[in-house]
């Protein structure tokens, strides 16, 4: 994943922008003398907290909403896995058949 993809990742994302917005507020008040250092890594502390867990909460609802569709989705996964690697074994052996 290159620096575009993950930038483009991150402007879609809201819960990023909402908490690097403040962090870069309170980074401009810290150079404005505004606010302190140590005042700027308890909000920064805060806003990551807040941030990771959203994020774990996000997750945990759409694990716990989802368990039927993610099983169904992990079978198929595992189903067109297990066709690869026949896929790949056969072209495997077919290459090393031919090299003898």
Do not use: C
């Not at 810290?30 to 996000?58: D, S």
């Not at 716990?64 to 992990?74: H, M, Q, R, S, T």
């Not at 896995?81 to 790949?88: I, P, Q, S």
């Amino acid at each position: 994943m290159g620096i575009p993809q993950i930038l483009k990742n991150f402007l879609n994302s809201e819960k990023a922008i909402a908490s690097a917005v403040p962090l870069i507020i309170a980074t401009v008040f810290v150079f404005t003398g505004r606010i302190t250092e140590q005042e700027w890594m308890e909000f920064a502390v805060l806003v990551t907290g807040i941030y990771v867990g959203g994020k774990a909460i996000h997750g945990a609802a759409a694990a716990a909403g989802g368990g039927a569709a993610a099983k169904a989705e992990l079978a198929e996964l595992k189903s067109l896995l297990a066709d690869a690697d026949d896929e790949a074994d056969a072209a495997l052996e077919e290459k090393f058949s031919e090299d003898k």
